[in-house]
């Protein structure tokens, strides 16, 4: 079920094609936030729930390729849907190879818009949803300290104690300490758990020692 809090963006210079999205929108009981340029889109503060943005292509100003292009140098991930009059294949595929949810050529059928809300808003919400684990599973390894974070990306390559302890210079007894202490932090019993949580972390997996990269073997 969608989240109550998730909206709707509209950006469009047309007053009579954001009062027809409006009703459309309505009806379709999305909460929905109006706005004439993606400049003034801009002014507003991110939203912290599922969204998404519904653009027209061309408009004064920022028109919504430019849009789209100034969201993605800014790290912004807002779910983009295009609408237009004007749109080609070169600028439709340009717009989607970016991350766009769709481009819909005007005139568009209501269910097409409204199907086209559905898939981006269940990406937003996806997307928070990952974000939300990522950062959790960040602030358990920030837990760790400088030692305890090298024995832990050695345990994760799959290197016993006794090879930690050589790789470190420490006795395999320090080892079995440090150990304990990082699963205890990162609320974990094995290795297993461990890649769980360097996998939404977005961590890249460590190299055993001696182990080229170009050396592992894929998939």
Known sequence: MMSSDALVFVIDD???????LARLLDAA???????????DFLLRSACAGPSCVIVDVKMPGLNGIAFQEFLIQHSRDEQLIFITAHGDIPMCAKAMKAGAVD????????????????????????????ASER???RALLQRLTPREYEVMELVATGLL????????????????????HMMQKLRITSVA???????????????????????????
Do not use: W
């Open 29 to 39: 009981h999305y909460k929905t936030e109006m706005f004439t340029s993606a400049s």
């Open 161 to 180: 104690n006794k090879q930690v302890g050589g790789e470190l210079g420490m006795a395999e007894k320090t080892v079995k300490t440090h150990r304990a």
């Open 135 to 137: 950062d959790h599973a």
């Open 193 to 219: 758990e461990l890649m769980v949580i360097l996998q939404k972390a977005e961590v890249t997996p460590p190299v055993r020692p001696g182990l080229r990269p170009d050396c592992i073997p894929s998939a």
């Open 14 to 20: 047309d007053q009579s094609m954001r009062k027809s």
């Open 103 to 130: 481009f819909l050529p005007k005139p568009f059928k209501p269910n097409q818009l409204l199907e086209s809300v559905e898939r981006a808003l269940a990406r937003s919400t996806e997307q928070l949803f990952r």
